[in-house]
C-alpha cells in the first residue's frame, strides 16, 4: 500500500520567504508528527497531531513555525520569514495510536530545505 | 519520564564480523522499544520493536535485539555485517500511554571491506 508522502522533495528559498512543506500520511492513521534533521544529527520533534488538532507543539522552534492538519489527513508545516538556520530535512511521521499500545511510526522520505 | 541513551556515535566493523549498536533506556514503566534504520538521503525505516512479548526480538535484514529490564537496555546486533548494513541507526522508547516517542542521537554504523 501507499506509504507516507511529502512534497517537495527539495526546497530552495531564500531568507526571509515563507515555505510550505506537505505530508500525506499513510490512510487510517490518527497520530502524525514532524522532525527536523539538521546535517549529521539526530531527530529535533517539532509537534504531534492527534486528528486535527495538535496536544504538543513543544518542538516548534519559534513563532515563525505553524503547523495544520484538515480532515484527519493531509498536514502542512509553513516557515515564515526563513533563516539560514531553518536549513534541514524536515521529516514527517504517522502511526496509529493508543493510549495502550505504542505503534510504530511509518516515515517520509522527507523534504530538504535549504535556504540561501 | 522516558529517555534513551545510544552509547556510541560511531561503530566500524569489518564485513563479515558481528554488529553490535548499544541503547540504554529509561522509562516509567512497561515501555515499548524501537530500532530504526535510516539510509542516506531516505527516510527512517523500522527494523524492529519490543512491546512486551518476548525479550528476544528479530528483525528484518538479520538484525535482533534483546529487552533486559534488570539492564535497562537494548542493544542492536547482527552475526555478520553486510556493506549494505552502513546507516544510521536511532533506538527508540516509548512509556505506555505516551504519544511522543524518545529518540536517541543516533549511531553510525560504518562498515569496511
Known amino acids: 500500500g501507499a506509504g507516507v508522502s511529502q512534497s517537495p522533495s527539495n526546497k530552495v528559498t531564500e531568507k526571509g520567504k515563507d515555505v510550505e512543506l506537505r505530508c500525506d500520511p499513510i490512510s487510517g492513521h490518527t497520530a502524525l508528527y514532524w522532525y527536523r534533521q539538521s546535517l549529521g544529527q539526530g531527530l529535533e520533534f517539532l509537534i504531534y497531531f492527534q486528528g486535527n488538532s495538535a496536544p504538543d507543539k513543544s518542538g516548534l522552534p519559534s513563532d515563525r513555525f505553524s503547523a495544520e492538519r484538515t480532515g484527519g489527513s493531509v498536514s502542512t508545516l509553513t516557515i515564515q520569514r526563513t533563516q539560514q538556520e531553518d536549513s534541514a530535512v524536515y521529516l514527517c511521521?504517522?502511526?496509529?495510536?493508543?493510549?495502550?499500545?505504542?505503534?510504530?511510526?511509518?516515515f517520509g522520505p522527507g523534504t530538504r530545505l535549504t535556504v540561501t | 519520564a522516558q529517555s534513551v541513551t545510544q552509547l556510541d556515535s560511531h561503530v566500524s566493523v569489518s564485513e563479515g564480523t558481528p554488529v553490535l549498536l548499544r541503547c540504554n533506556y529509561s522509562s516509567s514503566y512497561s515501555p515499548s522499544l524501537f530500532w530504526y534504520v535510516q539510509h542516506p538521503n531516505k527516510g527512517l525505516q523500522l527494523l524492529l520493536k519490543?512491546?512486551?512479548?518476548?525479550?528476544l526480538v528479530k528483525g528484518i535484514n538479520g538484525f535482533e535485539a534483546e529487552f533486559k529490564k534488570s539492564e535497562t537496555s537494548f542493544h542492536l546486533t547482527k552475526p555478520s555485517a553486510h556493506m549494505s548494513d552502513a546507516a544510521e541507526y536511532f533506538c527508540?522508547?516509548?512509556?505506555?500511554?505516551?504519544?511522543?516517542?524518545?529518540f536517541g542521537r543516533g549511531t553510525s554504523l560504518i562498515v569496511h571491506p
Open positions: 527508540v522508547v516509548s512509556d505506555k500511554g505516551s504519544y511522543i516517542p524518545t
Open positions: 519490543y512491546t512486551s512479548a518476548a525479550t
Open positions: 511521521a504517522s502511526s496509529l495510536a493508543s493510549a495502550d499500545y505504542s505503534y510504530e511510526q511509518y
